[in-house]
């Protein structure tokens, strides 16, 4: 069946200006997670979302930083303002809450390059 | 989380079986064994996971041994495409009990690199 996808696979955007990021989860998911991963770094949790509502928020890097999902299902994440250090690629991810395991299944991540 | 060990590369022959070893010494009796793994610019991959018993699924199998200090992921017949970054983790399982435990932390994995 169909996997998480994401839109755009790659943006190049100009500091300052404000980009939107799109993620399609596997249909039936509840759960959805953002995170990011820089050049030859770890993963970094930023969201996550059960259902409609974020019940954690924490690992939002700043208040340029947001994300919201609508209808269970899509979601999207907004950085307002960026700047160089949000060059990364952004990953989503979805789960079957409360199934066996929980395990995570990611898209294939848009690359941001902040000029 | 327990921290996990592994190393940081390794080679295998295509057809050849690969077996990624990782040690995870302290981890606690809740906690399960994950492995994901990530091909270079994809989404990380995941592949398996277990409690104490050996697991197979179509991709692999994993084989943690009885104290449960230490697992090995297997990949029976290697192939071109199976070179990644592979992670072992070690999390509790949230199940239906919630808590917060989905934060997913990567280490630095091991470095498979399968050679034709």
């Known amino acids: 069946g169909a996997g998480v996808s994401q839109s755009p696979s790659n943006k190049v955007t100009e500091k300052g200006k404000d980009v939107e990021l799109r993620c399609d989860p596997i249909s039936g998911h509840t759960a959805l997670y953002w995170y990011r991963q820089s050049l030859g770094q770890g993963l970094e949790f930023l969201i996550y979302f059960q259902g409609n509502s974020a019940p954690d928020k924490s690992g939002l890097p700043s208040d340029r930083f947001s994300a919201e999902r609508t209808g269970g299902s899509v979601s999207t994440l907004t950085i307002q303002r960026t700047q160089q250090e949000d060059s990364a690629v952004y990953l989503c991810?979805?789960?079957?809450?409360?199934?066996?395991?929980?395990?995570?299944?990611f898209g294939p991540g848009t690359r941001l390059t902040v000029l | 989380d327990a921290k996990t060990t592994q190393p940081p590369s390794m080679d295998c022959a295509e057809g050849r079986a690969a077996n990624l070893p990782c040690n995870h010494s302290?981890?606690?009796?809740?906690?399960?064994v994950y492995w994901y793994r990530q091909i270079h610019s994809q989404g990380p991959q995941y592949i398996i996971h277990?409690?104490?018993n050996n697991e197979t699924n179509e991709m692999a199998s994993l084989i943690i041994t009885e104290d449960r200090k230490s697992s090995t992921l297997i990949l029976p017949h290697a192939t071109l495409r199976d070179t990644a970054v592979y992670y072992c983790?070690?999390?509790?399982?949230?199940?239906?009990?919630?808590?917060?435990?989905?934060?997913?932390?990567f280490g630095k994995g091991t470095l498979l690199t399968v050679n034709p």
């Open positions: 302290t981890i606690s009796g809740n906690e399960y």
């Open positions: 277990g409690l104490k």
């Open positions: 991810a979805s789960s079957l809450a409360g199934g066996p395991g929980n395990e995570q299944f």
């Open positions: 983790i070690v999390r509790v399982w949230v199940g239906n009990s919630g808590g917060s435990n989905y934060k997913l932390t």
